[in-house]
């Protein structure tokens, strides 16, 4: 890799973000770096994660010998992000493990502000992270606060330090887990970078990145290019799953990181062509004329047109009473036919046929036909499962193109996702066993060959 193609530039608005100083190629790798910080991410529901090594804890936990909090095994409790940091706090305020995701996020802020103490020149780096504070103090947050002075007794840091902290943790950390992912989180950690957190949010990113495990239970992220990038352009990422519609998406971007995305998909009432959130005219005849945004960036209150006779009506009335329906019959959907009869009552009958929720329901077809194809033994059967498997994927895979054009790590899973389905259609499907294996080594190989492809 020739040097870092990218300069850190301050906006009012959007704060710090990195532009490019170069014309970047399709498929370049543009960042290898360390991470600063490497925590435990608490979300969603209380586990009992490893302090050394961010996996859950299912087993009988091996309690560190200094700190007595749950470890997977006893080399864990020497890994020096914990070693180093949070254990000896721990011992000497006599902190009892526990498995609240509040007090995860504690720990990854606490260690934040020990950095200062193990690797100054990191510490220097990781405060020059947005934490928004001027914004307010809506991420900061009492809990936090609490865990580091009261529980932690870390009186030292004070509440503008912390507070700093928790808004660098909450807008730039990288998680590890996404919707598509084929194995659920296999290590439950958060990481703070230094070029690579500068990246600024675009709906339809221009890179991809990677987290690799180092040997010694360190990570590293490679951020590659999915599309060329020229000089002057911004190097975007996404800070959040891009699979809900505009007003969701931007919603969940204003809440969390005090962002109004305007990027070009945000303004675009089609969503780049794809109708992503558009609802059926009950004005015009089956299969024609979908209402769409007339002012996306107006969020909730935007009229709605029909694309077709032109009728208008607020989102309110057109789309809020559908989309809940919707989503409740998918939650409730027990079996893989119940979805598809949400398919058949929805798709192009009161939302268009890429509606995100359409996507949802197909997403979830395909995740148990995944899981079941294997074991059907009949099979004529199996291949009638695999052929419907496969247009399912083609679909999501239409749609994801548009958001993530180039190489990229989502539709790396959605193909291989494609190449099963098909390879079960030859009628002597692969082996449930090997099956498993193949699926963990592709995650971990396949990404990075996506990478040095050329
Ligand atoms: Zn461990
Ligand atoms: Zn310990
Ligand atoms: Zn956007
Ligand atoms: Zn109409």
């Known amino acids: 890799m020739s040097s870092f193609p990218g300069v850190v530039k301050v906006d009012d608005k959007t704060g710090r ?46 309690d560190c010998s200094v700190c007595k909090w749950p470890m997977c095994s006893e080399k864990c409790e020497k890994i020096l992000q914990h070693a180093k940091f949070e254990c000896k706090v721990f011992k000497n305020a006599g902190l009892k493990p526990t498995t609240d995701p509040m007090d995860y996020l504690g720990i990854k802020v606490l260690r934040c502000l020990l950095l200062k103490e193990v690797s100054a020149k990191k510490y220097e780096q990781l405060i020059k992270l947005e934490s928004h504070l001027k914004k307010g103090p809506k991420i900061a947050s009492k809990e936090i606060c609490e865990f580091i002075h009261k529980r932690c007794n870390q009186k030292a840091f004070d509440t503008g330090a912390v507070n700093q902290m928790a808004g660098i943790v909450a807008i730039n950390s990288f998680g590890t887990s996404d919707r598509l992912s084929l194995v659920d989180a296999p290590r439950m950690a958060s990481l703070l970078f230094f070029n690579a957190s500068m990246m600024s949010h675009d709906c339809t990113p221009n890179t991809s990145w990677v987290r690799v495990e180092n040997s010694d239970n360190t990570f590293s992220i490679k951020v590659w290019a999915t599309v060329p990038i020229k000089k002057g352009e911004q190097i975007t990422t996404q800070y959040l799953d891009l699979t809900r519609g505009t007003i969701e998406r931007r919603a969940h971007l204003i809440e969390l990181y005090l962002f109004p995305c305007s990027c070009k998909r945000c303004t675009d009432p089609t969503e780049l062509g794809t109708n992503y959130s558009s609802v059926k005219c009950s004005k015009c005849p089956p299969g024609k004329g979908y209402l769409s945004s007339t002012e996306p960036l107006k969020g909730a209150d ?31 959907a027990e079996s893989e036919e119940d979805l598809e009869k949400v398919l058949e009552s929805h798709e192009g009958v009161t939302v268009h046929p890429n509606h995100y929720l359409m996507m949802d329901a197909r997403q979830e077809i395909v995740k148990r036909l995944y899981n079941t194809i294997a074991t059907i033994a009949e099979i004529p059967k199996r291949v009638e499962r695999a052929k419907k498997m496969v247009v399912l994927v083609k679909s999501l895979l239409a749609v994801t193109e548009k958001f993530y054009p180039g190489k990229n790590k989502i539709k790396a899973r959605l193909t291989y996702y494609l190449q099963y389905a098909e390879s079960c259609t030859q009628g002597d499907g692969p082996n449930v066993e090997e099956r498993l294996e193949k699926i963990e080594e592709i995650i971990r190989k396949g990404d990075e060959m996506l990478i040095f492809e050329p």
Do not use: F, N
Not at 25 to 45: C, N, Q, Y
Not at 50 to 58: Q, S
């Open 17 to 62: 973000y990195i532009e490019a100083t170069r014309d970047i190629k399709a498929g370049e790798l543009i960042i290898t770096e360390e991470a600063l910080v490497t925590g435990p991410s608490g979300d969603p529901a209380p586990h009992k994660i490893c302090l050394g090594c961010y996996k859950v804890i299912t087993g009988e936990p091996v």
């Open 302 to 332: 935007a009229m709605w047109q029909c694309d077709v006779c032109g009728g208008q009506q607020l989102y309110r009335e057109c789309s809020v009473g559908i989309e809940c329906q919707i989503v409740s019959e998918i939650q409730q």
